[in-house]
């Protein structure tokens, strides 16, 4: 393999990394937006008490969609990928070798080792974005499914 060739993918690998590093900015707003949405609600529902049933359902509808929301966020923070252990690309695969074995794994590999490795990183990196974008969508479209209901309850409660 040419120098150019582990360059891409090289480059290959880092667009992976930025598609997960981008999904992680989704997170950031989905998570305190959705806790604001449901504390709203929560801080003055007692579902027992209120006289309309239809009140209820629209409330509990809110509270319902928004914890769904909230959890699809939590499970797209971990996507339970796990890298491989011998890389020497993968923090893991490093972390788990000590100082020595790393320098010489290192002084010993050749450009055949580093392609198979970047390839799998680029393959393990693909599937974690892909699953964090999967449940993302979960959580952003139970988020908006949440508004109308929302927005109904806060004008009962409030």
């Known amino acids: 393999m040419t120098t150019l060739d582990i360059e891409f ?3 290959n690998l880092e667009r992976q ?3 997960v590093r981008a999904s992680e900015t989704r997170i950031s707003l989905i998570l305190p937006l959705a806790t604001a949405l449901f504390g709203t609600v929560a801080a003055k529902v007692n579902l027992f008490i209120l006289p309309d049933c239809w009140n209820n359902i629209v409330i509990s509808a809110a509270l319902l969609m928004i914890a769904l929301s909230l959890v699809f966020a939590s499970i797209a923070i971990f996507p339970r990928t796990n890298g491989p252990n011998h890389s ?3 923090f893991g695969g490093i972390a788990a070798c000590s100082k020595e074995d790393f320098g010489s794994k290192m002084k010993n590999c050749d450009a055949a080792a ?5 390839l799998e990183q680029i393959q393990i ?3 974690i974005a892909n699953k964090k974008y999967k449940w993302i ?3 952003m479209i139970c988020l908006v499914l949440s508004l109308l209901p929302w927005a109904i309850s806060v004008s009962f409660l409030y």
């Open 125 to 127: 990196n693909a599937c």
């Open 17 to 19: 990394l930025c598609w």
């Open 114 to 118: 580093i392609e198979k490795d970047l």
């Open 9 to 11: 993918l090289e480059r």
């Open 137 to 139: 969508q979960r959580s």
């Open 88 to 90: 020497l690309i993968f």
